[in-house]
């Protein structure tokens, strides 16, 4: 027997222990051979689990790319943070799960999404009560409802899902940016970590052993790496066909956190890589950091974006973490172990989860031009994140929810029964927290009242309307409209709005004409009013969703008339004759509008109309042409002209073009509590001009008729307001109102009287 008894001297204790460590360990090895030696090189090799500064110092990378790119639009693929993040939380998270395989022989499921729970949950919790509350505070309308539903979404790991719906729905396309849209990438790592567990613990069974051997590592590489090459092919297709939809799936997202799975689990199979890499482990960490910050300037979020444009991205996290395992590399990853880095990396959950709402919610309340939007946003993120990690992340992510009161300092009961001291930065956090927070309001309270404007009507129009007078007749509005914008522009309060904001939302602004959208021969029926017997007095309306919008104010000026008028619509599909792409960028939108543009010529001419009624508003961006500048104007005014002549060779319609109504910030977005009419005036856009001369020109080609329509929503000085008497004129911004739509009925039946004359 090596061992001493107990009552030998203290002093001997530790000389023999030492002798009988190597003595047992000799004998040992004598019995096993070269298994001792195996196993101590496997337990001496860096586990992938382990804590490391270099990784927190990449998640303050990670982290402050996405709060630049969203708070001031730079760099330009800022974005690509999240993606960063996917990398660290696969490989970290599969780290975890190899040791306890190593440690235990087995993985809990159980044990490992109660891990998550308190990893996840009292942030997370904390922020979407948060965000529920503000919103009901700052936001009025739908504005709230949309917020509750996203919150409720968030709440079950769906975001993703939810905002993939609403980013391929074109009528939700102006929909105000959700107080909780960046909760899609904590959903997808929860999905995907509904599944990655069971499928290590499924290769653990198969295999019959632990997967510390080298066999169970190599079969759990072989599956990490064909998943993760199968969900990059799957992304890139996707991604082609499918990019809104792709952008939030976690299929298509799984092989950036199946990266960081692949280097956990392959630096497990081979301990060697930190020696076969030696020296040039530094400057590849170097490389990995360098790339991500290169991938958030050069990455164009319109051309492949998850897949291939998130490659760079995930491919330098991939080697920073790989770079890193093995000894600290002091010198080449300070960038990333100093104190400062650290320390946002360490906080970087909190600070994702609050930056996204405070930037929404001070957006609404403090103009961006104001001294004081940045102050307050950044002192109220930092105010938050701080309190939020310590108070309430950190704490209870380590308690088992047992608090022991001592009079100098409080105690957590772990699971095991050990305790865990606060320590002594929470007072202090909170401290800080509270000073940044009363520098916040201080901050807002010395703010500027937003200006009320001059009076906006009764002087001379400004250069840009008279110089394009041209070709076109400007529709007068009667004097009691007139009269009525006028007062709406200068307005220093908000009437009791008719519709309400709360019913402002799709279904009710589209409730009157949505049989409208994508008129086919099938369900023309649904896109016809007036009595269809009635040969003589025909109408035609052709365009998009914005000659949809149109649809309220034609009917109410011609159907009591006894016209009848058919609405050979499709949304996104303009009346010019020109080849488009799709918004959200459906793979067959381009042939379906084309097949649209051939149906409702051939369909006119089936009609023989009197009249012709073209809407639209355009985005030269979408040409499938990819044309830009002039000649993108000269395609478009080449397919207007097209659409022009092929209705008339049809019959002897008059054609009429129509202006579209130009915008004015969304009402969801810009009613607040603390909002004046004045923050919701708009105004007429460069874009606006550059349309209207475009259809104008065309019509003057043609000899056919335009109309230019803005004096019945804005001001002779271009001031467009939200509202006119009680009425809100555009439900998103952009589209009318079906309420205000009705009401230029009388204007409209005026001006085509003329028309028709």
């Not at 096993?32 to 990378?61: C, M, N, Q, Y």
């Not at 400007?474 to 009437?495: F, H, K, R």
Request: charged share 15%; with cysteine; glycine share 8%.
């Amino acid at each position: 027997m090596c061992c001493p008894p107990r009552w030998r001297a203290a002093k001997l204790r530790p000389i023999i222990g030492w002798r009988c460590r190597i003595t047992e360990l000799s004998l040992s090895r004598q019995r096993h051979g070269s298994a001792v030696t195996s196993h101590a090189r496997r337990r001496d090799a860096p586990r992938p689990g382990s804590f490391r500064k270099d990784i927190e110092g990449l998640r303050a990378v990670a982290v402050v790319l996405v709060v630049l790119d969203h708070l001031v639009s730079w760099p330009r693929a800022g974005f690509v943070g999240v993606d960063v993040f996917f990398v660290i939380s696969g490989f970290l998270i599969t780290g975890l799960l190899l040791n306890e395989s190593e440690r235990r022989g087995r993985i809990s499921i159980r044990n490992f999404y109660a891990r998550r729970a308190r990893r996840i949950l009292p942030a997370a919790l904390t922020v979407l009560l948060a965000v529920a509350v503000a919103a009901h505070l700052v936001f009025r309308g739908a504005r709230v409802k949309d917020t509750v539903t996203d919150v409720w979404w968030s709440l079950g790991f769906s975001a993703n899902i939810h905002f993939a719906s609403i980013g391929t729905d074109y009528f939700q396309a102006n929909r105000p940016p959700s107080l909780v849209q960046h909760f899609w990438s904590l959903a997808v790592e929860e999905q995907f970590y509904l599944v990655w567990p069971v499928v290590m613990l499924i290769v653990l069974t198969l295999i019959g052993r632990r997967l510390s051997t080298a066999a169970g590592r190599s079969v759990l590489l072989a599956v990490v790496g064909a998943g993760t090459v199968a969900s990059y092919v799957w992304a890139l297709q996707q991604t082609a066909h499918f990019p809104a939809a792709a952008y939030f799936s976690t299929p298509v997202r799984a092989w950036e956190l199946g990266a960081g799975a692949l280097v956990a689990v392959a630096s497990s199979r081979f301990p060697g890589i930190p020696q076969r890499l030696g020296r040039a482990r530094g400057p590849l960490s170097a490389l990995g950091v360098a790339g991500i910050v290169a991938s958030s300037f050069i990455v164009n979020a319109n051309s492949g974006f998850p897949a291939p444009g998130a490659t760079l991205p995930v491919v330098a996290a991939a080697l920073v973490i790989l770079a890193g395992i093995g000894s600290p590399l002091q010198r080449w990853t300070a960038p990333l172990t100093n104190l400062v880095t650290t320390y946002i990396g360490r906080v970087s959950f909190s600070l994702y989860l609050w930056h996204w709402p405070v930037i929404i919610i001070v957006g609404a309340l403090i103009p961006k031009s104001a001294t004081v939007y940045y102050p307050v946003i950044l002192t109220a993120v930092a105010a938050l994140t701080v309190f939020s990690y310590h108070v309430i992340e950190s704490p209870l992510r380590t308690a088992d929810f047992t608090i022991i009161v001592h009079p100098r300092r409080s105690e957590w009961r772990r699971p095991n029964g050990s305790r865990r001291i606060l320590s002594p930065v929470h007072p202090y956090a909170a401290l800080a927290s509270g000073a940044l927070a009363v520098a916040v309001l201080i901050l807002y309270m010395l703010q500027p009242p937003p200006p009320v404007p001059a009076s906006t009507d009764g002087g001379a129009e400004s250069p840009p309307i008279a110089a394009s007078q041209a070709g076109a007749s400007v529709a007068q509005p009667s004097a009691p409209l007139s009269q009525a914008i006028a007062l709406a522009a200068d307005a220093t309060s908000w009437p009791t709005l008719v519709p309400s904001l709360d019913h402002l939302d799709i279904d009710s602004a589209f409730a009157q004409w949505k049989g409208c959208r994508g008129a086919r021969q099938a369900s023309l029926t649904g896109c016809t009013f007036g009595d269809p017997a009635n040969k003589a007095k025909v109408a035609v309306v052709l365009g998009d969703s914005f000659a949809m919008a149109w649809m309220p104010t034609i009917r109410a000026a011609l159907v009591p008339q006894h016209w009848v008028v058919y609405g050979l619509l499709m949304e996104q599909c303009p009346a010019a004759f020109v080849s488009v792409l799709d918004g959200q960028r459906r793979p067959t939108f381009q042939s379906d509008c084309d097949s649209h543009h051939a149906w409702m010529i051939s369909e006119t001419a089936r009609l023989n109309p009197r009249l012709v009624i073209l809407a639209s508003n355009f985005d030269f961006g979408r040409l499938a042409s990819k044309a830009s500048g002039g000649a993108a104007e000269a395609e478009y005014q080449a397919g207007m002209e097209k659409t022009i002549s092929a209705v008339k060779a049809a019959g002897k319609p008059r054609v009429l073009t129509l202006s579209p109504p130009p915008g004015s910030p969304p009402l969801e977005s810009c009613v607040t509590a603390v909002a004046q009419p004045s923050s919701c005036l708009g105004k007429l856009s460069g874009d606006w001009w550059r349309l209207r001369a475009i259809d104008a020109a065309a019509s003057t080609a043609t000899a056919t008729d335009y109309a230019d329509t803005r004096l019945w929503f804005c001001t002779t000085r271009g001031v467009c307001p939200s509202f006119v008497g009680s009425t809100p004129v555009r439900w998103d911004g952009a589209h009318l109102t079906s309420a205000y739509a009705s009401s230029l009925g009388p204007e409209m039946a005026g001006f085509i009287a003329n028309v028709m004359k």
